[in-house]
Each structure stands twice: as C-alpha cells, then as structure tokens.
C-alpha cells in the first residue's frame, strides 16, 4: 500500500528554519547586550577609580604647595636674616674704616708728600696735599694701586705748580712746590683683622687736617 503525504512539509520546514533564525538572532542580541552590559560596567568601575586617583593626587598636589609655600617663606625669613646680619656687619666693618684708611693714607704717603685735606663721601676718599715734585705724587698714586690692601683705584685730579717761600734765619729763599688733588676709592681686604692687626710702619708723610 502506497502513503501519500498531502500536507505542506515545505512550507513547514521553511517555517521551522524562520524560527531558529529569528531565535538564533534574538539570542545574538541578548548576548550582545549582556556583553554591552558588562563592558559599560567595567568602563564605570575603571572611571570611578580614576577619578579617586586623581582626587588623591589633588589633595596631594595641595598639601604639596601648601608645604612649598611654607618653603618659600622660610626661604624670605632667611634671606631677610641674612640681608640684616649683613647690614649689622658692614656697620660693624664701616665702624673702623676711618682708622684704617688714615692709618694706610699714612703708610702710602712717601716722603716729600704732605696732606693738607681728607674728605670722604661713600667708599670715595677726596685728598688734597703738596709735594715737592712731580715724582713723590706719582709714587703716592703707585703705592695706593698696588701697595694698599684698603685703596684702590686712585685717580689723579689736579697737580699744579705753586711757588714757595722758606725763611732761613735772615735771608729767605724761594722754591717751586705742587700742590694736587687726587680721588681714591675705599676697599674691604679678604682679612681686615689681619690687616687691622698687622704693626703700622713709621709714617713717612705727614697728615695735617683731615675732614
């Protein structure tokens, strides 16, 4: 006996194959999403601990300035100090620079210079003297160069020639003198108690006003 199938199998099939795709779909989506899900939750777990990172490293960052804020005026107060220890020290040293420097205008002064008039202004020192030549000025500005260790950079300002008269006994005779200015400028030496405590030689000028 011969079975003949009159339903529509075909169209049964093509039906069944319509449902496992549209299953097989909906399964991709929902696995999709869930992948989506995960990923979205990773990427808010790794922004969250980021953002506490850079929260920390704020809180650190201002503790940090706070601190080289405190530095800084550490630093202030400190050079303040040192700029005031300096001022008390060059009071100190500006103290005894009149001594020292009449004490080394006499060391300097060679012999036939006389000094008639020293005047101070700041670290420049004005002298006026007379001499008995040309030679014994330019020997007083060679010794205040490279012979003083309180003088330095002596200038020349006038020298000219004056006449003079000397009264022996009786009769009285006439020579030429010179009379000259000069400007020198006040130093500091590496060690001034060495120098302040170093034996001054006899004077061979004399000093006769000073201002």
Known sequence: MILINLLPHREEKRAARKRAYFAGLAAAFCAGLVAVGLWFAVLTQMKSAQEERNAYLSSEIKKLEA????????RAEIDALKARQKAVEDLQADRNVPVHL???LVKQTP??????????AGQTVTVTGVAQTNERVSEFLRNSLYNSTWLERPELIEIKAVAATAQQGRTSTAS???????????????APADAASAPAGKAPGTVAKAS
């Open 67 to 74: 601190e080289i804020k405190d530095i800084a005026n550490l």
């Open 176 to 190: 030429r003198l010179f009379d000259f200015s000069m400007r020198v400028s006040i130093k500091r030496p590496q």
């Open 102 to 104: 009449l004490n080394e």
């Open 111 to 120: 012999e036939g210079v006389y000094l008639t008039n020293i005047k101070q």
